[in-house]
């Protein structure tokens, strides 16, 4: 790694200046807190170079819609106008807390955080789905079908939609379509009297407060229709990762969780000292979320261009379709992400699984490098890595 900072990690306050003498001091305002949790914005590599859009945006900086019962919050292109494909909602519940009975235009992807809640569904065919979630697990409905999600206990999680320009304030809810539906033609509808929507609620509730519910069985509702025919439900921290040397990949889509039509995704670990490899993906753009840790990633456009992003926990990231990148932990410890796409299927090309299956004499007059780099390269793809003595840390941080 090339030394670009000077007394940066000692203590002092960071400045803009590498070791080469490029830069100055920075005296006028600024946020002291940003600059040393950007220091690859602050004091970028000097390979970073172009133009390339913004990728990061932080949950940290967005505005929190408080209920009683949860509270949630949103990345969409609004905060992040590069991410076009998907959008992302951090919500949590209470213990009982109701994220109401409603439905999207887009199709709704979850990972669970933290806690235990139930989720229930109802399919075109009237058939229906109730399960319990906890941390690890993953839920997928897809677009338009009615559904709920309430907190055994506290608990949190990510929701992910298939459209970057999606918001959660902009759902259709159950209460908020009775409350703009004439009384008498709810009378009509459902054969009761008109008296009884007297106290149903004036408008949306989005999140509520209501009680524990029990347990699974004493909740289930027979449907003469039967269960839906694939579960919305899907247990990923039970699923056998793809372990390598510097951590370990688990991948969900629709191979292995076939309701997930429209988004595919993988939880990845990266060990102190190791790296998500440089390669890209040729399908489709990737969102990202961080789950522990903190780690920087460059990504790669044409032209020349490379920007470089320093991410840690609550952070969301961003690559283009097809942009070369790469993920490198940080700090000492485990880095945890998501990485998910707007498809079907996952699907990646790595850099040194691609010049391994080249034919050498091709390779090597391309780059003009020797038989050591030739012969250090994979036919068998290792999604992270690791090298012995390999750190991010340069020398005098």
């Known amino acids: 790694m090339e030394d670009r900072t000077v007394n940066q990690w000692n203590g002092n306050v960071p400045q803009p200046i590498r070791s080469d003498g490029a830069g100055a001091i920075d005296s006028g305002p600024r946020n002291i807190m940003r600059d040393i949790q950007n220091p690859d914005m602050f004091v970028p590599p000097s390979t970073d170079t172009g133009l390339l859009p913004n990728l990061k945006f932080s949950f940290s900086d967005t505005s929190m819609k408080l209920k009683k019962g949860g509270w949630s919050r949103e990345v969409t292109a609004r905060e992040l106008p590069a991410a076009t494909t998907l959008a992302g909602v951090n919500m949590s519940l209470t213990a009982g807390g109701v994220r109401e009975l ?74 908020n379509w009775f409350a703009h539906t004439p009384k008498d033609v709810l009378s009509a509808n459902f054969g009761v009297p008109e008296s009884t929507f007297q106290d149903i609620p004036s408008d949306e509730l989005y999140i509520f407060q ?36 510097g951590g370990s990949v688990r991948i969900v889509d629709s191979s292995n969780f076939p309701i997930s039509k429209t988004i595919a995704a993988a939880l990845v670990e990266v060990e102190p000292g190791g790296m998500r490899e440089l390669h890209w993906h040729p399908n489709q753009d990737e969102w990202q979320y961080y789950l522990a840790g903190q780690g920087r990633m460059t990504v790669f456009n044409g032209e020349g261009a490379a920007r470089t992003f320093d991410y840690r926990a609550g952070d969301v990231g961003y690559v283009p379709f097809a942009n070369g990148h790469y993920i490198q932990n940080t700090g000492k410890e485990t880095l945890w992400f998501l990485e998910m796409f707007k498809s079907s299927r996952f699907a990646d090309v790595s850099l040194n699984q691609w010049l391994a299956l080249t034919p050498e004499e091709l390779v090597q007059s391309n780059l003009n490098v020797g038989t050591e780099f030739i012969d250090s390269l994979r036919k068998e793809k290792w999604p992270v890595v690791k090298y012995p003595g390999f750190s991010y840390y340069p020398k005098n941080k």
């Not at 979850?110 to 075109?124: E, N, P």
């Not at 109730?130 to 999680?157: K, N, R, T």
């Not at 003469?224 to 390598?244: A, C, D, N, R, S």
């Open 102 to 175: 409603h439905w999207h235009q887009e199709a709704e992807w979850s990972y669970m955080l933290l806690g235990s809640a139930r989720i229930t569904a109802v399919d075109q065919d009237g058939r229906n789905f109730i399960a319990d979630v906890g941390p690890g697990d993953l839920w997928y409905f897809p677009p338009g079908i009615p559904h709920s999600i309430q907190g055994l206990e506290h608990c949190e999680f990510l929701l992910v939609f298939d459209d970057g320009n999606f918001s959660d304030q902009n759902t259709l809810s159950l209460s």
């Open 210 to 245: 209501g009680k524990v519910p029990g347990s699974l069985e004493s909740q289930e509702v027979q449907s003469p229709y039967g269960e839906v025919p694939q579960t919305f439900k899907h247990e990923l921290l039970k699923q056998t990762p793809i372990k390598t040397p």
